[in-house]
DNA sequence: AGTTAAACGAGACGGTACGTCTGGTCTTATT
DNA sequence: AATAAGACCAGACGTACCGTCTCGTTTAACT
């Protein structure tokens, strides 16, 4: 798991004064805001963080040798891990799947950093792959799951491709993330309506025949 | 429209050497292959973009300004225009507006370049201003259209809010733009699935009533 | 000689436009107030010294390939002969020798140039050769007729080392012309009053036995 | 005086990594020495003297803004003062003061910087200044005082302007240092010489008459 | 309490990239 | 063919960072 962040405890503690654990969230906190002020990853410097952060460069460089390791700890901070709904129905699963992404994407930080993140995915593979791994494959599950049991209790056609209808119900969240278009979006009623829009189809009902 | 680069024509034409042609698309050219190699629009500096074009970096200074001013001419050759869909049917229809989406996005250069410029939309905002003046309004505009028709043919329930099939339709494709995951994106098939699904709904018959 | 500018004369001439001989002057005359007004003969380059004298830089580079030889012609242009002493009497003789150097120290231009060469004698060997031969060289060679023909009638004492006269003469305008001191100087006057203390002494009758 | 280099002391002294002052004096020496190969003050830029000096750009812009504070420095490492003569008589007394100016004359580097500095004291007005204040006027007084004293004593004729025979006197060696003609120059013997012939002149002494 | 060791801010340092400017060459249109 | 205008490449310059390093100071643990 991700939660557990990787800054590097110092070998042996015989004597000497304390790292301040202020100053590594006044780091983070820096990374989170300059890039919800639209900082490139790339474009970040350690030295501009560290003069964000009102910490000097040294105390950066001594948690973290590259910006990729402090990074990694930034993306800990977002996941946010959700329990798996209760299974009361398809569609009140599915919501509830959806609120968990949805929550995220209202997040500006938390958007920003992953929009981000998706933009220069092909410079920091490590850090891509550990989003993808910690963040995008459980809910992804978790989707799935709640697909299948639909299928199995007869609330979903058997005919369908699950994964499409899985991507049609994330997509336009994640499109809104990436598209920063994040201001009007409403957790609970959007995500209600994006599931119900799936679930019937657009279609006039003779229309399917 | 934005068909019409911006590269300034200098004032009054009395003499001296012209501007080579093959300069100007040599830079357009060099821009679109460094972002779809991962670059990020602020990281680009015009030095390296005339480095990578093979060309002396005041032959860039001397064309544009600002990375501002380049960008706009490279976002104008993306712009591809279509024509409007015939009007068969608003199954086929629909499919065809998707096509134009979805036909940039197999583009690995298109799809960077408006990957990158949505992350950094805060960076450029004339030019993300720009992009939705000139393609995204339009391709909206034409999908809202085809949507209106489907309801007054009877083809399309008209119970359901407009904006948010549109929404449905788009954001998938969007989505992998936005994820880069656009390998396995066959436009033809997935477009026609999107639409299907969309149309049709994943819900079971009995489970509308 | 250095009379003869070394432009160069387009080999055959069958037709088309003439050369503006005002060009040529133009040019050299930029040289001449640009080195007056502080240049350094290294910093003057071609471009510059077109922007100044009004032509194109193509004029400046067919006439002349390099600086060295620009300022060759410009050089050419300083030198102005004058006619031996007439050898009334050594005192007025000296005088008149000095006269010609004195004039050409007040002449701000011509000192100006003098000058650059003579702080940039490494960067302009060949210059500093030509400089030498046709200026210094016959001047000295002027200087020191007279100081013989002065021992010879016995108007100069015939133990004192020449060399070391002609140089006490003619150093105190040399350093005014390499100090750029040079407004306070009256040729006529000052070439006079600094034959009479050289021939005369400074020191005390008494002082001499 | 000039003794004390303007290197600006960074005003308060709380933290940081110390200036190493064996920079200080690389870079200074690849000033002179570059001068001495014939640079120019104007041609030099701080960025070629860091090359020489072995430093980085950085660490020269550090010290000095611009080339003229830099050259004050310079400057000042030149400037080498010496007690007054001793008295003992006028010829020697004059002699001593001479040699001050000659040792500098043969000083190479020291000539070089002079020479370059009055070829081009239109672009660097303030450091000229600054040359005539602290070198120059401070020679001229010494030489002054020597004459006064040699009038007083007798030992020089009263009815010479003290001016003239001051600046026949230092002449040659201002203009050996300004022509570069250096080599030849003997500090002992040849100010010996000039004070000798300056004193008795070069007339046959009937002509005083 | 004194010693030791590390955290911390400040800033020197070398290196690298950027955007500007200029120099000399080449090309085009005009005279 | 000479000229003016200006595109073009090459390179230097001064600036701005970046990441490393070395200081002097402060804080905490361990004698």
Request: no cysteine; aromatic share 2%.
């Amino acid at each position: 798991m991700i939660q557990e962040p990787v800054v590097q405890e110092p070998a042996a503690r015989q004597g000497g004064r304390q790292r301040d654990p202020a100053t590594d969230s006044a780091i983070i906190e820096a990374v989170l805001d300059m890039v919800a002020a639209g900082a490139t990853l790339t474009g970040l410097s350690l030295v501009a963080i560290a003069k964000q952060a009102g910490v000097s460069r040294n105390s950066v460089y001594r948690r973290w040798k590259t910006k990729d390791e402090l990074y990694l700890d930034v993306l800990a901070t977002i996941n946010e891990p959700r329990p798996a709904p209760d299974g009361a129905g398809t569609r009140e699963d599915l919501a509830a799947v959806l609120r968990t992404l949805a929550d995220r994407v209202v997040d500006v930080r938390a958007s920003s950093v992953l929009r981000a993140l998706n933009a220069e995915a092909a410079t920091f593979p490590r850090l891509h792959r550990r989003y993808f791994e910690e963040i995008v494959a459980p809910r992804r599950e978790a989707m799935t799951a709640v697909l299948r049991r639909g299928v199995e209790r007869g609330e979903l056609r058997d005919d369908v491709d699950l994964d499409l209808v899985a991507e049609l119900l994330v997509s336009p969240l994640l499109a809104r993330m990436a598209s920063g278009s994040t201001d009007h979006l409403d957790p609970v009623r959007d995500t209600r309506r994006i599931v119900d829009l799936v679930l019937r189809g657009a279609g006039a009902p003779d229309d399917d025949a």
